[in-house]
């Protein structure tokens, strides 16, 4: 799996857009862009994955570099409950099914 | 309700005690996993199963046994336990077939060995 590159920590004011970015320099054509959270005493949760397209859910947005080197999670209206570890992973196609994770980045969402 | 459960959530043994948590999903999930999640070294992979009676090492198996004998359940057995065996520990499971499922993971058991 390439490795990625992500920020310690971060910090968002509520109701404000936050702006998660991640590098993937060594990410093959394949490989997808995936994003976990873990919320405090939780387990890692499924929040977005995409390709080469910017993708939306009802979570939140993937935006992707054209050249794929890089890309960023996007929180539209930071909550609270959003307050979270975010990890960004790199993940091959069709017969993988074990994620990586890094230390991922703590966000931390100041009322 | 879909999800994956384990147990206990909480656990305190001593050294040698052989203990088993228990780990359930209710999704019809072929693959299954465990995780152990540590300070520093965030979640590495212990065992997997791509579905019944299928399942190999992931990345830190050592001291650590699993069984797939239903689709449902796939318990982590620690036949001896030690003290670096002390963390936080994940199940996921997610389904096979189409490329890139999303994984479920529950919602952790605490283990302190003694």
């Known amino acids: 799996d390439a490795k990625t590159t992500q920020p310690n920590s971060m910090e968002s004011n509520e109701e404000e857009p936050v702006h998660l970015p991640c590098n993937h320099s060594?990410?093959?054509?394949?490989?997808?862009i995936h994003w976990y959270r873990q919320l405090p005493s939780q387990g890692p949760e499924y929040v977005i994955h995409?390709?080469?397209s910017n993708v939306n859910n009802r979570m939140a947005s993937l935006a992707i570099a054209e050249d794929r080197k890089s890309s960023t999670l996007i929180l539209h209206r930071a909550t609270l409950r959003d307050a979270a570890v975010y990890y960004c992973?790199?993940?091959?196609?069709?017969?993988?099914?074990?994620?990586?994770f890094g230390k991922g980045t703590k966000l931390s969402v100041i009322p | 309700e879909a999800q994956v459960t384990q147990n206990p959530r909480y656990l305190i043994t001593v050294t040698g005690k052989k203990l088993t948590v228990t780990c359930s999903q209710n999704?019809?999930?072929?693959?299954m996993s465990w995780y152990r999640q540590d300070p520093g070294l965030g979640l590495r992979q212990i065992y997997y199963?791509?579905?019944?009676?299928?399942?190999d090492k992931g990345d830190v198996p050592e001291g650590y046994k699993v069984s797939r004998k239903e689709k449902r359940n796939f318990p982590l057995i620690l036949e001896s336990p030690s003290p670096n065996q002390t963390s936080l520990y994940f199940c996921?499971?997610?389904?096979?077939?189409?490329?890139?499922?999303?994984?479920?993971f529950g919602p952790g058991t605490r283990l302190l060995v003694l």
């Open positions: 996921a499971s997610s389904s096979i077939g189409t490329i890139q499922e999303t994984q479920y």
């Open positions: 060594t990410i093959s054509g394949t490989d997808y």
């Open positions: 995409g390709l080469t």
């Open positions: 992973i790199s993940h091959p196609g069709a017969g993988s099914y074990q994620l990586t």
């Open positions: 999704m019809n999930h072929e693959y």
């Open positions: 199963s791509m579905n019944v009676e299928v399942t």
